[in-house]
């Protein structure tokens, strides 16, 4: 077994990936420039939210299994196997930014004292890993060999333990024989528990993950664009989805009609997968992935449209209370990269609408990037007053809400449920005006007054 490994760039990915490498066995080292970021993992606290990654983390820096350092000198003497983990940001024109990935590559290399493999975690444009191949060769000193492969990551924010210890497949991408082997050695416990292992060249190995999520993004995109339909001709988008899911070439996952996609890795990737493909003179092939993205713009449109219309408004302004209950892309995460949720309150906000925003973790990343809204402590205190009620991301809290409770609360009765989770009927009969994206909600005209007629979106 390969005794230590270092990984290289301790964002989410990194972070996540060094202490499931620790928790696999392994003697881990994670490097980062960030000295402050440094000093948080070293003292066994996580600068995200990430359900279980604090106690797995804290369990192997105590234990001395893990440890991190600002020092790229210290990793190419520490490890035999060096994962690179650093970010690829969008550019303004929608391509990878791959000046961290070859930051790393420029100060590790040269410092490599014995034979090594590099192993690129990374999202990158297929391409990328054969360029680099030339470029640590020119690099690695005399009498040194060095590997590389690539691996991508599969991580769901809010389950990355379990899918770092439980992945539900692994891609190789590599040239040798040797780094297959390497590889097997370091997932051997996953391998063993059946994680299927699909080994490929290096383009592959580029490509599935932003494949992968260009085409979650499509099928999220085709079912809100069903939703557009159902609105319009009276159909139920949520049963539909339900008919469409028993067939096994589809799969009832990933069509919940709603918001939308955001986070740091559809959107990004979709627009680097346009931008690649254009570079490569196959923009023709993936012209319809500017459609999707047209597709999820729509949805927030969408909402911002009916929560104005439910406001009073004058002079093209808005005014009332709209309380918003969600700020993160997704539930358990506090990541507000690319949020619908954040995206229609900031635009709800500049309409002149008073915004108060609460979501159980992202309320502080939120505020760093949305500073103008206002944030509550609690979902009693966004509620109170409120004259319109967003549910933007489906946290079970939100969920689990008493209509008659928030409504004691608010100012007015009319609640968007923009992820269609919420079961309509306690809150039909507790007479709120419950609008929906796409899904067919009739009241029993028995319980709730006629003006309190249930509206799709």
Not at 130 to 151: K, S
Not at 173 to 202: D, F, H, K, M, S
Request: proline share 5%; net charge negative.
């Amino acid at each position: 077994m390969t005794a230590r490994i270092s990984v290289i760039g301790t964002g989410y990915l990194g972070a996540t990936h060094a202490a499931g490498m620790a928790e696999l066995g392994f003697e881990v080292i994670g490097v980062d420039t960030d000295a402050a970021k440094i000093r948080s993992l070293s003292a066994g606290t996580v600068p995200f939210y990430e359900p279980g990654l604090p106690e797995l983390l804290s369990k192997h820096v105590a234990a001395g299994a893990l440890r991190f350092s600002t020092s790229i000198e210290e990793a190419a003497e520490f490890a035999d196997v060096h994962f690179v983990c650093v970010g690829t940001p969008q550019t303004p024109g929608g391509a990878a930014d791959l000046s961290y990935l070859h930051a790393v590559i420029d100060a590790l290399v040269p410092r490599l004292t014995r034979n090594c493999l590099i192993v690129g975690k990374s999202t990158v444009p297929v391409g990328t890993a054969e360029a680099l191949a030339t470029r640590i060769e020119a690099l690695t000193p005399a009498g040194v060999t060095v590997e590389l492969a690539w691996n991508p990551e599969f991580l769901r924010e809010g389950h990355a333990v379990f899918d770092t210890l439980h992945p539900n497949r692994l891609v190789f991408g590599v040239t040798t024989p040797g780094a297959e082997w390497e590889l097997r050695q370091v997932y051997a416990t996953p391998i063993a528990e059946g994680a299927p292992v699909v080994v490929t060249n290096l383009p592959t190995a580029e490509l599935v993950k932003v494949s992968a999520n260009a085409f979650l993004a499509t099928k999220i995109s085709f079912i809100n664009a069903m939703a557009e339909l159902c609105s319009i001709t009276g159909a139920d988008v949520t049963l539909l989805a339900d008919a469409l899911g028993h067939d096994d070439r589809i799969g009832r996952k990933f069509l919940g009609a709603g918001l939308g996609y955001g986070g740091g890795c559809l959107p990004k990737d979709v627009k680097a997968l346009i931008a690649r493909a254009e570079e490569l003179g196959a923009g023709e092939s993936v012209e319809f992935l500017h459609g999707i993205e047209g597709v999820n713009q729509r949805r927030r449109d969408t909402v911002v449209t009916e929560t104005l219309a439910a406001l009073d408004r004058k002079d093209d302004r808005a005014y009332g209370r709209v309380a918003v209950l969600g700020a993160a892309f997704k539930p358990l995460s506090d990541d507000v990269r690319e949020s619908p949720a954040l995206e229609v309150a900031k635009r709800l906000h500049d309409a002149g609408a008073l915004v108060t925003v609460y979501d159980p973790e992202a309320s502080v990343p939120a505020r760093s990037v949305a500073p103008q809204l206002r944030y509550a402590a609690s979902v009693e205190a966004a509620l109170r007053k409120a004259d319109v009620v967003l549910h933007l991301t489906e946290w079970q809290e939100f969920r689990e809400l008493d209509p008659v409770w928030v409504g004691e609360l608010t100012a007015g009765r009319v609640i968007i449920d923009a992820r269609n989770v919420l079961d309509p009927e306690p809150w039909l009969a507790a007479g709120w005006n419950f609008k929906t994206l796409g899904r067919l909600v009739e009241p029993a005209a028995a319980a709730v007054p006629s003006r309190d007629r249930v509206e799709s979106a």
